[in-house]
């Protein structure tokens, strides 16, 4: 267990849905980034927040957006999915900036 | 901008051989540098990372790696190389100092044969 925890760990729904990804860091972690890895892209960064603030966006469709809340917890919201969104989400936590990241074990996400 | 250019996707090596895995960057400067392991089915999980100084560092499950500035190289080492290491390894390097993000390789599967 690596102390960040990432819900649910497998999600399937149809195309033009909207889902929610939900990652809890580690405990005192105030850094949170999402990661997309598929086969063909490989792990591509999606979004960093730092204690509730956006920091960094990386290749992050419109279509998706993602949240800090005060907890700390973040959620990642992709809507009118498509085929091609299917991949495995990682959220990962740091203390101070990225140094060292702690990955979640993901949210395998199946769009049909 | 920075890439990480990992030239092998597969390798296949026998229980108790030694093991290099290869890892080429683009950067400006020297960057942070790190390599990350990938069980199936699990998260990615550091092995080893160098920011500065000594260009050999020790990581975690007996893995090595050397920082070589004019190969711009940061190849992962083991000795010898057990069953349980099978898995996918990540490259991954970051600019130093300040909040920013980690740009990975595509990844090396690793196989190892009895």
């Known amino acids: 267990d690596s102390g960040v925890t990432q819900t649910p760990k497998h999600l399937i729904t149809a195309t033009g849905q909207r889902v929610t990804l939900r990652c809890s860091p580690r405990?005192?972690?105030?850094?949170v980034y999402w990661y997309q890895q598929s086969l063909d892209q490989g792990l591509q960064f999606l979004i960093h927040?730092?204690?509730?603030?956006?920091?960094a966006k990386g290749n992050i469709l419109e279509r998706f957006s993602a949240q800090q809340f005060p907890d700390l917890h973040s959620e990642l919201n992709l809507s009118s999915l498509e085929l091609g969104d299917s991949a495995l989400y990682f959220c990962?936590?740091?203390?101070?900036?990225?140094?060292?990241?702690?990955f979640g074990s993901g949210t395998r996400l199946t769009v049909v | 901008a920075q890439s990480v250019t990992q030239p092998d996707i597969h390798i296949t090596v026998s229980e108790g051989a030694s093991l290099e895995l290869r890892c080429n960057y683009s950067?400006?400067?020297?960057?942070?540098l790190f390599w990350y392991v990938q069980s199936p089915g699990q998260g990615l999980q550091l092995l080893l990372k160098?920011?500065?100084?000594?260009?050999l560092v020790q990581g975690i499950k007996g893995f090595e790696a050397e920082f070589k500035r004019s190969q711009s190289s940061f190849n992962l080492r083991k000795p010898s190389v057990h069953w349980s290491d099978a898995a996918e390894y990540f490259c991954?390097?970051?600019?130093?100092?300040?909040?920013?993000?980690?740009?990975f390789g595509k990844g090396t599967m690793l196989l190892v044969s009895p």
């Open positions: 990962a936590s740091s203390a101070d900036g990225y140094y060292g990241y702690t």
């Open positions: 405990s005192g972690d105030l850094s």
């Open positions: 927040y730092y204690n509730g603030e956006e920091r």
């Open positions: 950067y400006g400067a020297t960057p942070y």
């Open positions: 160098y920011f500065s100084g000594d260009t």
């Open positions: 991954a390097v970051g600019p130093p100092g300040g909040y920013s993000t980690l740009t």
